[in-house]
């Protein structure tokens, strides 16, 4: 019994597609689907010598990779998703409104809509305008404005 190239295509792009749980990077998933195109393209053209499905499997794989993988990580990974992605810059110097007093140092602040912890090197009345100074994770260090 003779496995079909069709199959041998799609569980080949099958694997891949997992492998992507695996290996996170939006990269082998492309191989993946290029080899899902390769066994589409097996089953219309059933005689295709396979140093032609090799050859088309990469250049396939290569081109979708070359073409989609930014745009697609653009959509999939935001610049806005986690506190770590975005660049210390976006915080320094920024202006905040302290939402939760600070009493021995810690408290909260509301800074673009959201509500974060944060710390000070002295007690800010609730509603005072603080400028950011450091970020440390999650929590931001802040100043009064004078």
């Known amino acids: ?3 079909s190239s069709v199959l041998i295509w799609f569980l080949i792009g099958l694997a891949m597609m997992l492998l992507e749980f695996a290996i996170p990077g939006l990269i ?5 689907a290029g080899a899902w ?3 589409i393209l097996t089953a219309i053209f059933p005689s295709m010598a396979l140093w032609v499905q090799l050859m088309l499997f990469t250049v396939i794989s290569v081109a979708s990779l070359l073409l989609l993988r930014r745009q697609l990580k653009k959509h999939f990974f935001s ?8 660049g210390l810059d976006d915080y ?4 905040a409104i302290v939402e939760k007093a600070f009493v021995k140092g810690e408290g909260k602040v509301l800074y673009r809509g959201t509500s974060w912890d944060a710390f000070a090197d002295e007690d800010i009345p609730e509603g005072t305008p603080v400028r950011i100074i450091d970020k440390d994770s999650i929590r931001l ?3 009064p404005i004078k």
């Open 37 to 39: 195109v390769l066994a």
């Open 79 to 86: 610049d806005h998703e986690g506190a770590e992605s975005e």
């Open 141 to 143: 260090k802040v100043e």
């Open 1 to 3: 019994m003779e496995i």
């Open 28 to 32: 082998v998933i492309f191989f993946g």
């Open 92 to 95: 320094i110097g920024r202006k």
